[in-house]
């Protein structure tokens, strides 16, 4: 039975499916910059989350957002919108700015041997659906409008704040009431309006003047659409907690008279000199500077995991090279055992499975690899067996038939839709595919029979 805690009823819950397929939504990145590696450990633990239940016999259908528009600079409803400021600053497009770090999020995912959602959905493709909710918000009584944009009123919801435990006299101590006009300090944006003095370039038509919407809008309007509500287990970092988190479980109590998700599950911070990391406070790193540092993602993997993930984790230069030698050691060991094929040890499988389904405590299932590789009673193959049934979970690429062999769903998607260009005579198109491909870090190679696929390692 795996066992998970749910930050709604501050208890490690038995996970009881609601139906055959787990339903899961994962917040998903912000795309004006690249990911740093704190953000990365949101979803190395989503990932570990999900390889578990796949572990443990379940199907999951797992849905990811991509911010691309109504993420402010600050919580408060205020400040520029993210991606329009790194557009700005970086004279390019918004929409180019989303699609370029997006590009860059999928391949650190990559790299990390993440397993990719099942459906990715941007903001900006769900405007219709977010506009529907906030509609159904206002009819039910729950919006008002200010200068700047329409708000939810917090004040209607018996129990907003569950989640975090906000009391209502006082909500979110410190919060300043930026906004004047809110009646209460929670009071969030659904919809913001474009501002006449700023040419904004992500803004669209809505039955309340033309505008965005609210960073806290797109997650209900899209695990709605593709998940159903109540779907099973929603995902983020602790920060969402208090705002992003509290806010959709408003919007959706309001809307659709039931919480979103029925467990609720949060990753604690990377913290950089005790201080979580984060992109406005400098000590900025991300994979491609560890790697410039021989730390390759991998082994920021292994690191991640040597932490329980409501644990918070102090990174430093030293940590990460210990966590390089001891992967690259790991590996070594490994490679060592006799080949051949071997049946898993039951008593290091169910030690294995005991520290994995006691809400995911990755720290134990390390150091069942570790005692396992040193037990001397038993012979190299089921060593070797073993751990690589337990590699499944861990994502370490610890055997030889490594993951990066098998292509992922979305390039195998491309290279028939090429497929089909080319069977149409629209040379134009398959190329562009092909170079999406490239993109991707897969060349396509035509044959006799059809296509290959294989990884680009130059
Ligand atoms: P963002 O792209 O800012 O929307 O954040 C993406 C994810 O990273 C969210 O789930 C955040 O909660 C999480 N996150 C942000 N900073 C950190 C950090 N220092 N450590 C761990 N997770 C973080
Ligand atoms: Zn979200």
Redesign the pocket.
């Known amino acids: 039975m795996v066992k998970l805690y749910n930050t709604l009823s501050k208890k490690k819950e038995d996970f009881k499916p609601l139906k055959k397929e787990v339903g899961l939504y994962?917040?998903?990145?912000?795309?004006y910059d690249y990911?740093?590696?704190?953000?990365?450990?949101?979803?190395i633990f989503e990932d570990i989350l999900k390889r578990t239940l796949y572990y443990n016999n379940y199907k999951v259908k797992h849905v990811m957002n991509i911010?691309d528009v109504g993420?402010l600079t600050s919580d408060e409803d205020t400040g520029e919108d993210k991606i329009e400021k790194s557009a700005k600053e970086k004279k390019k497009t918004a929409w180019d700015i989303a699609n370029y770090y997006t590009d860059a999020f999928k391949k650190d995912l990559e790299d990390l041997n993440i397993i990719p959602p099942d459906v990715y959905v941007k903001a900006t493709e769900t405007i219709e659906e977010q506009i529907n909710l906030i509609k159904t918000l206002e009819k039910k009584g729950f919006t008002y409008q200010i200068k700047d944009g329409i708000y939810f009123d917090t004040s209607k919801l018996r129990d907003y704040g569950e989640l975090a435990n906000l009391k209502k006299v006082d909500l979110r101590p410190g919060a300043r009431v930026e906004i004047k006009e809110k009646k209460n300090p929670t009071d969030f944006a659904l919809w913001k309006f474009s501002k006449p003095e700023e040419k904004r370039q992500m803004e669209w038509n809505s039955p309340w003047g033309r505008g965005f919407p609210g960073w806290h809008t797109e997650c209900v309007a899209m695990s709605h659409k593709y998940l159903g509500i109540p779907f099973d287990i929603h995902?983020?970092?602790?920060?969402?907690i208090c705002v992003?988190h509290t806010n959709e479980i408003a919007q959706s109590k309001a809307a659709f008279g039931e919480n979103l998700s029925r467990i609720w599950m949060?990753?604690?911070?990377?913290?950089?000199k005790d201080e979580?990391?984060?992109?406005s406070k400098g000590g900025f790193v991300t994979l491609n500077s560890l790697k410039k540092e021989n730390i390759s993602p991998l082994s920021y993997r292994y690191l991640i995991l040597g932490t329980h993930y409501r644990s918070p984790?102090n990174f430093s230069k030293d940590s990460a090279e210990s966590a390089e030698s001891g992967l690259k050691n790991l590996q070594k060991r490994i490679s060592e055992l006799e080949s051949g094929t071997g049946d898993v040890s039951p008593y290091y499988r169910e030690r294995f499975l005991n520290a994995i389904n006691d809400d995911l405590n990755t720290p134990k299932a390390l150091e069942t690899i570790w005692v396992l590789i040193k037990d001397d009673s038993l012979s190299d193959k089921i060593k070797r067996a073993t751990v690589e049934s337990f590699d499944r979970v861990l994502g370490l690429k610890l055997k030889d038939d490594r993951p990066e062999k098998i292509i992922p769903k979305e390039i195998d998607v491309l290279a028939k839709e090429r497929e089909k260009a080319r069977q149409k005579k629209d040379f134009a198109k398959a190329d562009d595919i092909r170079e999406k491909i490239k993109k991707r870090g897969y060349l396509i190679e035509d044959v006799e029979s059809g296509y290959k696929i294989k990884k680009n390692d130059q």
């Open positions: 994962t917040c998903g990145p912000t795309v990911a740093h590696i704190g953000n990365l450990r949101a979803y911010t993420h995902c983020g970092g602790v920060d969402h992003h949060h990753g604690e911070f990377l913290n950089l979580k990391m984060s992109k984790v």
